[in-house]
């Protein structure tokens, strides 16, 4: 059954869904052939973006997603007991990692949204904005009004009760949340009791984007596009994947505008899309002339400090083998394809590392090395544990399905919330006698130390102002060093939240349905597994806490005697992605290894953007859905 709140709309505005056109008109009628504006991605920050720049009715927006045109209102999407259960589904890119051999040598999920929404349609729901110091670290490393205080009123346009974000608390708290922060309290870690008035660092409830009224998810799609559907200037279009960016005077990348039979391996998922097109001819016309501007030479423009690039439009295709089509945009595109397919994309377009590109044979219009380097994630491990209560949902089949009855009838009771809705976000120097000693054997690491070997003398630069940043902050009580995520099942997951590691996204081939090799490289850097041995060890005087012995907890995995190397293999064996992926696309200067400005546009060209999680020059210690509706909102 559809919530209520969103049946009208429903009925109304989607009573056609054709070829993965959305509109509140006849979808035989094709988009225009040029746009003033083309966004690539309609996940949050694509949404987000182009919903703003369409409430100007005198100007034009398409937005093109490679995903499926919408989710059909599953529970397994709409209800908060479900969360995280969607993953791997058809709402999936599907993406691995490369091997991990500095774990076990495993490749691991690396799970991104591919509908429309993106990943809001499979996120925790989590709501939660970071630190000051996240973000004045931002404005520090050269881009001014990226700071706390210049980032609030974003932050706050994103939320609302009910519209843009619907975000609120559940109707119910698991009563071991309880437990944990008296015990956290005992241990010297404080409550945040606002967990989003940037001084985060302690234990939280946080709040979710979760319809007050229906208590079910509050996705981008649903609150930036649903309810704006018949704005005549607001196009949407899906299951169509943008295979490359058009530079004027640039030959582009052959292969990508080329079908092949390789099929569409990015994403594995059912985003067949509309082979028959929407009125795009292959090869169209030329793209309108701005005013004022006279098509420039056709020549190749490589150094980013003294380019001026002009973006025509872009190439398009449901599939690898299907002919591409093109759209032209008049004014700008903006790339908010996530923080792993943007940087692909701006590769295939022949921005990046030079000997990237040309290993493939792509023209390159600019030779920005920071193009799919300094990829961070916040990295995760869970520490098992049992508690012997008799109101588990996952233990107690008739608990379980009371709570349905009563979710289904008032909306109330546990499964109007996920599990881990208490959270914690200990500052090193609160947790372990060691903080001094981890902190000063970062200071002391060469900048190359731990990097990927070869790299770019500016990504080295910019590694170098990061982490200077990093261990400064690190050293204080006010800046998270992980994340504790209490699911009240019977798990004490620890997550990096600052990491040290850097890794990389670069393609593995010319063609644009290859997916990208993504290495994050988590624990690279040893830092980050010093932080997280502390973290498990700080689990062990947590769970010994009075607070905690009432629950009677049993520590299963790792093992509570383990010794660090038995923790060192256990985190080897157990780390994954916690879905946020950052940074490939940096906001930096030049020489630091950056690729957008503090416009976010990308160095060296006059109207190209990326707005979403890659602009990150260093990861906030937050889950990242709140950071990039309140930057695309910026």
């Known amino acids: 059954m559809l919530p209520v709140k969103f049946a009208f709309l429903a009925s109304s505005v989607f009573f056609r869904v054709s070829g993965g056109l959305l509109l509140d008109r006849d979808t035989n009628v094709p988009p225009q052939e040029a746009y003033d504006y083309i966004v ?68 691991r999920p690396m799970p991104q949204g591919k509908v429309l929404g993106g990943g809001s349609i499979l996120n925790a729901m989590c709501w939660n904005r970071g630190g000051r110091d996240d973000y004045d670290a931002w404005e520090a490393l050269g881009n001014p009004d990226w700071g706390w205080d210049s980032l609030l009123p974003y932050f706050k346009k994103a939320k609302r009760n009910v519209y843009p974000i619907a975000v609120s608390y559940p109707k119910y708290f698991y009563p071991q949340s309880r437990n944990l922060f008296a015990a956290l309290n005992l241990l010297g870690v404080p409550t945040a009791f606002d967990p989003n008035d940037g001084l985060t660092a302690g234990a939280a409830l946080v709040p979710t984007d979760i319809d007050p009224i229906n208590q079910t998810r509050a996705d981008a799609r649903r609150s930036y596009f649903d309810p704006y559907a018949t704005r005549k200037n607001f196009h949407v279009i899906t299951g169509q994947q943008v295979t490359q960016i058009l530079i004027e005077g640039n030959t582009g990348d052959d292969v990508a505008s080329n079908p092949s039979s390789g099929g569409n391996v990015n994403g594995n998922g059912p985003a067949s899309g509309n082979t028959g097109g929407f009125g795009f001819g292959p090869g169209g016309g030329p793209p309108p002339t701005p005013p004022n501007e006279q098509a420039s030479a056709s020549i190749i423009r490589r150094d980013p400090a003294t380019s001026n690039l002009r973006v025509t439009g872009v190439e398009f295709a449901p599939n690898a083998t299907a002919p591409r089509r093109t759209v032209y945009a008049t004014r700008e595109v903006i790339v908010a394809a996530g923080a792993l397919h943007s940087a692909q994309i701006l590769q295939l377009s ?20 920071g193009v799919g380097n300094n ?31 009563e979710y289904n009838t008032h909306k109330t009771g546990p499964w109007t919330a996920g599990s881990p809705n208490g959270l914690a976000f200990p500052p090193l120097p609160l947790i372990s006698n060691n903080s001094a000693i981890i902190l000063d054997g970062a200071n002391n690491q060469a900048p190359t130390d731990h990097l990927v070997p070869g790299l770019d003398s500016t990504i080295v630069a910019g590694f170098s102002a990061q982490k200077a940043s990093l261990v400064e902050r690190l050293g204080t009580n006010t800046s998270a060093a992980y994340e504790i995520i209490n699911n009240n099942a019977g798990s004490l997951t620890v997550a990096v939240m600052h990491p040290f590691s850097r890794g990389t996204c670069h393609i593995n081939s010319p063609d644009p349905f290859e997916p990208p090799l993504i290495d994050p490289r988590w624990l690279s850097n040893p830092v980050d597994r010093q932080i997280l041995i502390e973290a498990l060890l700080f689990n062990r005087e947590i769970l010994a806490t009075p607070p905690m012995v009432e629950l009677q907890p049993a520590q299963f995995v790792p093992p509570v005697d383990a010794n660090e190397d038995a923790l060192s293999q256990v985190i080897n064996n157990g780390i994954r992605t916690e879905f946020h992926p950052s940074g490939t696309c940096a906001m930096l200067p030049i020489a630091q290894g950056g690729v957008v400005d503090p416009r976010l546009r990308v160095w060296g060209t006059r109207n190209l953007r990326v707005v979403d999680a890659g602009i990150f020059p260093m990861v906030p210690a937050a889950h990242l859905q709140a950071v990039v509706y309140g930057v695309a909102e910026k």
């Open 40 to 107: 690539v991605g309609c996940g949050i920050s694509g949404l987000v973006v182009t919903n703003r720049l369409s409430e100007d009715p005198s100007v034009t927006v398409l937005c093109i997603e490679a995903g499926i045109a919408r989710d059909h209102y599953e529970s397994i999407i709409q209800n908060p007991v479900y969360v995280g259960a969607d993953i791997g589904g058809i709402y999936d890119w599907k993406l691995s990692t490369v091997p991990q051999t500095q774990l076990d040598g495993a490749a």
């Open 375 to 405: 990829l961070q994630d916040h990295c995760l491990v869970d520490n098992n544990v049992s508690y012997p209560s008799p109101s588990l949902l996952t233990t107690n089949a008739t608990y379980n399905a009371e709570a349905g009855v």
């Open 350 to 369: 022949g921005i990046g590392p030079a000997s990237l590109l040309e290993n493939f044979n792509i023209t390159v219009s600019l030779d920005l090395p």
